[in-house]
């Protein structure tokens, strides 16, 4: 190669350089910084999910031991007032997590534990105020997001904050949960003495109960108080095949077997929408 030649050659390199030096600079970055934003994680948020999860462990048993000690029907001033300082303990434990972890779905397990042992004491305003607390966990997703939402429309109805309770269960939710959100809409209606809204709700909770099959007895008797006749749900009745002998004398006895089947199968299926109402 000439010397002409080679200098044409470092030319067209370096314009190509600096043409695309800025891409391949950032490509560069790009993959640097997923590579240590990847080791800070390992140094850092992954010890802090394992610090989570070990106090989230901890408490989970606390406050096992302590519905354990709350069953017992004949504890003594002594016993009861223990078990009042180990439900401190267990508060002041929760506390400690969701302000040293809050982004964790740990700290939204931790608050749930916290508000059924609140409800459970009747402690309702300290229930609304712990669920409303967990609400704003922002790392759970939208289904745990919905059992809180659920849960806190549950203790702030049970509070007598009916149109709070209201203004919660009309957000959005996902659809598997409708059959949830329209029973308890219904509760609310029924404390607002609103009869027919209530019929409305109810009746939209067992036809999507319905949709999955599902029966809910407390359901049924809510709308049997309303005067509301429903179709009960008949869950589907699972095909059962019962093997057939075949006659080997019948060159063709596996086919009539094998169509027999079918037709056995078509009928059960018949039969089993027929019974759900589809």
């Known amino acids: 190669m000439s010397q002409q030649s080679a200098n044409t050659t470092d030319k067209q390199a370096m ?15 790009l993959v640097l910084a997923g590579y240590f934003g990847w080791e800070y994680y390992q140094k ?9 999860a070990d106090m989230y462990t901890a408490i989970d048993d606390r406050s096992n031991a302590l519905r354990v000690a709350q069953q017992n029907p004949d504890l003594d001033a ?27 779905v740990y700290a939204w397990q931790a608050l749930m534990i916290k508000a059924r042992q609140q409800t459970d004491a009747n402690d309702l305003a300290g229930a609304v105020t712990t669920l409303n607390q967990a609400t704003t966990i922002s790392v759970i997703d939208e289904g745990l997001l919905a059992i809180t939402k659920l849960r ?3 203790a702030m109805l049970a509070n007598g904050d009916a149109d709070g309770a209201l203004t919660v269960v009309n957000e959005p939710m996902p659809q598997a949960f409708e059959a ?30 319905r949709e999955r099959q599902e029966n809910r007895a407390v359901l049924t008797l ?8 429903v ?6 009745t699972p095909v059962v095949a019962t093997p057939s002998q075949p006659n080997t004398s019948d060159a063709n006895a596996g086919d009539n077997i094998t169509e ?8 059960a299926d018949a039969n089993a929408q027929t019974a759900d109402g589809s």
């Open 15 to 29: 314009s190509a350089l600096k043409q695309h030096g800025g891409t391949i600079v950032m490509v560069i970055l």
């Open 44 to 52: 850092n948020y992954a010890k802090v999910d394992t610090a989570a």
């Open 78 to 104: 002594a016993a009861k007032q223990s078990v009042a300082n180990d439900e401190a303990a267990l508060f002041a434990d929760i506390d400690q997590l969701v302000a040293a972890h809050g982004d964790t």
């Open 152 to 154: 806190y429309a549950q």
């Open 180 to 209: 949830s959100r329209q029973e308890l809409l219904g509760d609310i209606h029924v404390t607002k003495n609103q009869t027919e809204q209530a019929k409305q709700a109810y009746a939209a909770a067992w036809e999507a109960l």
């Open 222 to 229: 809510k709308l049997q108080s309303l005067g509301v006749e």
């Open 231 to 236: 179709a009960p749900i008949a869950p589907r």
């Open 260 to 267: 027999s089947g079918v037709d056995a199968q078509n009928d």
